[in-house]
């Protein structure tokens, strides 16, 4: 990639960011969203949440795009990072220091040091959702903000879904771009792996959310072997 792409893609992602933190386009997560960062959990009563919908986070040369589901009511956002000050987050990241995707094992704050190596991390919504469950209707209203966001990561070569919601949503935007022709053609199981018309290797794998990782069904060894085949993808295995 030129100097010149390089910045055509910078000044696009910071395009991206400005206009999903102003975004109001769901009033029942907005209204949810403030609601949370007012009354806040009394752990974090010091704190002052982001409260606001969250952009994506990594290296904007990423060959590896990790698509989530939505932003965590006390995560992200009340940090206003992806994954970042919660349960899901603390089990993510150590897997990608593991396997050299990420320099800290660590995310707790937006100011913490963390950086992710070849690697963008970003959700299909961008706003805490009651119950982790938005409408099909809000995700249709972020779809725009993936597909943007997409275009402006042009190294990508591999999507790691987290959880069917995101898989789901990103098939979505594969149908919209004529990428795929149906999405029947792709179920979702952990581990399962598609390469798709466009060269893109999609992986799927569950959510690393609490209800997986304290019931066992996702753990440590599995969740790492996620990574370990997408950096073998994405030709970063050496």
């Given at each position: 990639m030129t100097r010149?792409?390089i910045?055509i893609?910078?000044?696009a992602?910071k395009?991206l960011?400005?206009?999903?933190?102003a975004c109001?386009r769901c009033?029942?997560l907005r209204d949810?969203?403030r609601g949370?960062?007012?009354?806040?959990?009394?752990?974090?009563?010091?704190?002052?949440?982001?409260?606001?919908p969250?952009?994506g986070f990594?290296?904007?040369?990423?060959?590896i795009?990790i698509l989530?589901l939505a932003?965590?009511?006390?995560?992200a956002?009340r940090?206003?990072?992806?994954?970042t000050?919660?349960?899901?987050?603390y089990?993510?990241?150590?897997?990608?220091?593991?396997?050299g995707l990420?320099?800290q094992p660590t995310?707790?704050s937006?100011?913490d040091?963390?950086k992710?190596h070849?690697?963008?991390?970003s959700s299909?919504?961008r706003c805490?959702?009651?119950?982790d469950?938005p409408?099909p209707?809000?995700?249709?209203n972020?779809?725009?903000?993936?597909?943007r966001e997409?275009?402006?990561l042009?190294q990508v070569r591999?999507?790691v879904?987290?959880?069917k919601?995101?898989?789901?949503?990103y098939?979505?935007y594969l149908?919209?771009?004529?990428?795929i022709?149906?999405k029947?053609s792709?179920?979702?199981?952990?581990?399962a792996?598609?390469a798709?018309?466009?060269g893109?290797?999609?992986l799927?794998?569950y959510h690393p959310?609490?209800?997986?990782?304290?019931?066992?069904?996702l753990?440590?060894p599995?969740?790492?072997?996620i990574?370990?085949?997408a950096?073998?993808?994405?030709?970063?295995?050496?």
């Open positions: 010149s792409n910045q893609t910078d000044a992602l395009q960011h400005e206009s999903i933190i109001e009033p029942r949810y969203c949370i960062a007012e009354t806040k959990r009394r752990a974090y009563r010091d704190q002052t949440y982001w409260g606001r969250v952009s990594g290296d904007r040369r990423a060959r795009h989530g932003p965590g009511a006390h995560g956002n940090t206003g990072r992806v994954f000050g919660d349960g899901s987050g089990f993510m990241y150590p897997v990608l220091h593991d396997v990420a320099n995310g707790v937006s100011d040091g963390l992710l070849k690697t963008w991390i299909v919504v805490a959702p009651p119950q469950k409408l209707q809000e995700i249709r972020c779809a725009p903000f993936l597909a997409i275009e402006a042009s591999v999507v879904c987290l959880g919601i995101a898989f789901d949503g098939l979505a149908l919209h771009a004529g990428i022709a149906r029947s792709y179920r979702f199981a952990h581990g792996e598609y798709l018309p466009n893109v290797h999609l799927a794998s959310s609490l209800r997986n990782t304290n019931t066992g069904r753990d440590r599995k969740f790492t072997r990574f370990l085949r950096k073998e993808l994405a030709g970063l295995d050496a």
